[in-house]
C-alpha cells in the first residue's frame, strides 16, 4: 500500500481530492468519456447482432474514432479519480472487478475488430455467426457491467 498512500499524496491527486470543483469535473469527462466509448462499441455491437441490417457493417468504422476518444477521457479522468483516493479504490472489490470488466472488454473488441472488420474490409459480405454475436453479446455485457460496477463502488466494499 505504500505506493496508493504515496499517489493519494502527490499535488496532482491532493488538487482533485480538495479543489471543490476538480473531482466533479474529472467525474463529468468520465461521464462523457463512458458515453462515447460505450455508445460508439455499442452502435457497432448492435450492427453485428443484426440491428439495422442496412448499415454496411464497415460503415460502422466510423465510430471507432469516437470510442477511442471516449476511451482516452476515461484512461486520464480515470486515473485523476483513482489517484485522488488511491487505498480505498484499490481496496473495493467493485472497483476491481470494474477493472476486470474494462480489461475484458478491451480484448473483446480487439476480437471483434479482428473478425468483423478484417473481412468487411476485404469486401465479404459479413454475416455473423454465432461465435462473432457471441462475441458481440458479451461485449455489451462486459461494458455495461463496468458501469453498473464503476457506480456500486461508493455503495459495495
Do not use: C
Not at 13 to 32: C, G, K, N, Q, R
Not at 45 to 62: A, I, M, Q, S
Not at 111 to 117: E, I, M, N
Amino acid at each position: 500500500m505504500g505506493f496508493l498512500e504515496w499517489l493519494q499524496t502527490t499535488p496532482p491527486a491532493l488538487f482533485v481530492a480538495e479543489t471543490l470543483w476538480a473531482y466533479p469535473l474529472f467525474e463529468t469527462l468520465h461521464t462523457i468519456g463512458m458515453t462515447l466509448l460505450v455508445g460508439a462499441l455499442g452502435l457497432v455491437n448492435l450492427r453485428v447482432l443484426g440491428f439495422k441490417r442496412e448499415l454496411p457493417v464497415v460503415g460502422t468504422l466510423d465510430f471507432l474514432p469516437l470510442a477511442w476518444l471516449g476511451f482516452t477521457l476515461n484512461l486520464i479522468s480515470g486515473l485523476a479519480l483513482f489517484s485522488s483516493d488511491a487505498v480505498y479504490f484499490w481496496s473495493s472489490i467493485t472497483f476491481r472487478v470494474k477493472l476486470t470488466l474494462i480489461l475484458l472488454g478491451g480484448i473483446n473488441a480487439f476480437l471483434l475488430g479482428q473478425s468483423v472488420f478484417r473481412e468487411a474490409r476485404a469486401g465479404y459480405a459479413v454475416a455473423a455467426g454465432p461465435g462473432v454475436r457471441l462475441v458481440a453479446a458479451s461485449s455489451l455485457l462486459f461494458w455495461f457491467g463496468a458501469i453498473a460496477a464503476g457506480r456500486l463502488i461508493a455503495y459495495l466494499p
